[in-house]
């Protein structure tokens, strides 16, 4: 069992949905989750991060960690075509590196 | 534009050889952390170097090294290179040593293609 896992889409949506990406850990211990965001052709870029549970808000997007189902949220509402990329979940699993999901493709459609 | 930079951007090469890929942290940044990309394997953590030295190492194969010179560059060298080699290399850096709330800054990349 990998120790993050994400839907790898692609997901298509219009413009101005409210978008849900997910992602599940394996090991209740990890406590730190980040979301990166990754365009085509560039290096991830961190856009969020959590320390344990409950929700983290900013501008658009929130960031929200359930650790009793061991799963992890990113939503973004008012979704853009410029939101348009590939999301990168990713923890710490205590190895001093990050661990990151397989990251799912996001197209707004305008 | 995050401040690392990385060359070359791409490179294509042949079976067997051996390349090196380059990296310059932002300025002022110690650590410098080498990740794999691939379709089937995802982003994968390589090798972190702080201020010189080797702190963390994940799934790096014994074909491949690294080190971080006393400018703070470093280079990520990948020798007899196979054909599943091929992928995105990607250097971060951040100013201090591990920690899980320290932002990593990932470079643009370098893609190889093995061949």
């Known amino acids: 069992q990998k120790e993050v896992e994400q839907d790898p889409g692609p997901l298509s949506v219009p413009e101005g949905a409210i978008v849900s990406l997910n992602c599940t850990y394996s090991?209740?211990?990890?406590?730190?989750f980040m979301w990166y965001r990754q365009y085509s052709r560039k290096g991830p870029e961190l856009l969020m991060y959590t320390y344990s549970s409950g929700n983290k808000e900013d501008g658009r997007f929130t960031a929200q960690v359930d650790k009793s189902s061991k799963y992890i949220s990113l939503f973004i509402r008012d979704s853009q075509p410029s939101d348009s990329a590939t999301y990168l979940c990713?923890?710490?699993?205590?190895?001093?590196?990050?661990?990151f999901g397989s990251g799912t493709r996001l197209q707004v459609q305008p | 534009d995050s401040g690392v930079t990385q060359t070359p951007k791409h490179l294509i090469t042949a079976t067997g050889q051996r390349v090196t890929l380059r990296c310059s942290p932002r300025s002022g940044d110690l650590s410098v952390y080498w990740y794999q990309q691939s379709l089937d394997q995802g982003l994968q953590f390589l090798i972190q170097?702080?201020?010189?030295?080797?702190?963390a190492k994940g799934n790096i194969l014994e074909r491949f090294s690294a080190q971080q010179f006393p400018d703070l560059h470093s280079e990520l060298n990948l020798s007899s290179l196979e054909l599943g080699d091929s992928a995105l290399y990607f250097c971060?850096?951040?100013?201090?040593?591990?920690?899980?709330?320290?932002?990593?800054?990932f470079g643009p990349g370098t893609r190889l293609t093995v061949l």
């Open positions: 971060a850096s951040s100013p201090r040593d591990w920690s899980s709330y320290n932002e990593q800054f």
């Open positions: 170097y702080y201020n010189g030295e080797e702190r």
């Open positions: 990713a923890t710490d699993t205590g190895r001093r590196a990050l661990t």
């Open positions: 090991n209740s211990a990890f406590q730190y």
